[in-house]
């Protein structure tokens, strides 16, 4: 089994509200990703979490915020966006291994900040 | 930071023609992976590559490691429709994971 899943699909959300993406792995992975993806572009990298713990953050704004509560869950809190931060969000798992950490996607939020 | 070079960006087949793209970086990787990706869904692994050298197929699709470390190419034999999409080079070395921009794939029934 090498399934992420996301929910929710689909997000359209004010300026001013707060809202929370949530991912999902049950293959016993130890690290965790956030992606963001614009249209036509390659999905760009914001956190990662390696045993729970956050290992990289680049430099994303602070009205996103990561946590990982468990080693099979990991959350993206979302807070005073702006319309810039619509894109698709993807979540990514792999081992922690030393030579294979092929990284396996979830199907992804769609969110649109209104 | 490190970069990849994806080609072609964009590929107008007719169905049942093989299909040809390939990346190059100016550093070497460790792994190679490639990715199909459909509008609105997440990427999906269809190869991954962990030594030098090393061919490997899924089913129409066959992607090589280059020996320099520093490409990687997919082929697809008789393309289908459902081949439609777009294709994503990835490199890492280990962490974390590069991206090619991008190979959109069109078929022609």
């Known amino acids: 089994d090498t399934e992420v899943t996301q929910t929710p699909k689909h997000l359209v959300m004010g300026m001013t509200n707060k809202k929370s993406l949530k991912c999902e792995q049950h293959?016993?992975?130890?690290?965790m990703y956030w992606y963001k993806q614009k249209a036509k572009k390659p999905p760009e990298l914001m956190f990662v979490y390696s045993y729970e713990k956050l290992s990289i953050n680049e430099s994303v704004p602070s009205r996103f915020s990561p946590e990982c509560p468990n080693s099979s869950l990991l959350n993206l809190h979302l807070h005073a966006l702006q319309p810039e931060d619509s894109a698709l969000y993807l979540c990514?798992?792999?081992?922690?291994?030393?030579?294979?950490?092929?990284?396996?996607f979830g199907p992804g939020t769609r969110l649109l900040v209104l | 930071g490190q970069q990849l070079n994806q080609s072609p960006q964009s590929m107008f087949i007719q169905e049942g023609e093989d299909v040809s793209m390939n990346c190059t970086s100016s550093?070497?990787?460790?792994?190679w992976l490639w990715y199909k990706q459909d509008p609105g869904e997440g990427p999906v692994l269809l190869i991954a590559?962990?030594?030098?050298?090393e061919l490997t197929s899924n089913g129409r699709l066959t992607a090589q490691f280059g020996i320099t470390r520093k490409d990687s190419f997919l082929n697809i034999s008789a393309s289908i429709p459902s081949d439609v999409g777009i294709y994503f080079c990835a490199g890492q070395l280990p962490t974390p994971l590069v991206f090619g921009k991008g190979t959109r794939l069109s078929v022609i029934a």
């Open positions: 550093s070497i990787f460790n792994t």
């Open positions: 293959m016993g992975h130890r690290a």
């Open positions: 590559l962990y030594k030098a050298g």
């Open positions: 990514a798992s792999s081992q922690l291994t030393s030579h294979q950490e092929t990284q396996y």
